[in-house]
Each structure stands twice: as C-alpha cells, then as structure tokens.
C-alpha cells in the first residue's frame, strides 16, 4: 500500500510528530480556546495559524535540505549525503520558535 513512498526511520517520526501536535493541539483547544495575538510574525495568528505555518516553514527546511544535501557531500567530501535528522531536528527548532514567538 505505502510502496510508492520511502517510509524510512526519519519520515515516519516526521509524520508521526505531526499527528502528535495535531492531537496535542485539538485537546489544548478544547480545553483553553485560544486568543489572537501578534508576536514577529506581520499578522496576528492563534495558535492553529502558529502551528500551521511553522509546519509548512518545517516541511520547507526538509524539501530544501534534501535539495542541497548532494551538494553538501560533494563540498565537504563526505562519503555519503549528510543524515536527514539534521534537517528534522532544524525544522522542530523553527517549528517552536515559531510557535512559541510567532
């Protein structure tokens, strides 16, 4: 059935993250509903405009750091393409600041 992506280690904890925040979310929602507020982002967001935003800037961060990541090997001659929990762990970071200061 999931033949056509490649479920490796990475994507999975990716993805069940987000199914994670998503739940966590909703109950933190039901439980104290949210309030409008600006932080550096230019447009004042609640926390579901926050989280929707920083996971598509975490989905971004992953896209472009498998884009350079044969450039990276290339340039600092690694045998290989560096790992992807680097671009997991850098897109969770900007997921909370953004999150946290958006």
Do not use: H
């Not at 932080?39 to 498998?66: C, H, K, M, Q, W």
């Not at 350079?68 to 997921?95: K, N, R, Y």
């Amino acid at each position: 059935m999931f033949e056509w992506m490649a479920w490796t280690l990475p994507v999975a904890v990716f993805f069940a993250c987000i199914v994670l925040m998503l739940a966590c979310m909703t109950v933190w929602e039901i439980k104290s509903p949210t309030t409008i507020r600006k932080g550096f982002l230019p447009i004042e967001t609640t926390r579901g405009d926050r989280l929707f935003i920083g996971l598509l800037s975490a989905a971004y961060v992953n896209l472009a750091f498998v884009g350079v990541s044969g450039w990276i090997a290339q340039t600092l001659e690694l045998q290989a393409d560096p790992s992807i929990w680097f671009s997991f762990v850098a897109s969770m970071l900007l997921l909370i600041w953004i999150m946290r200061k958006g």
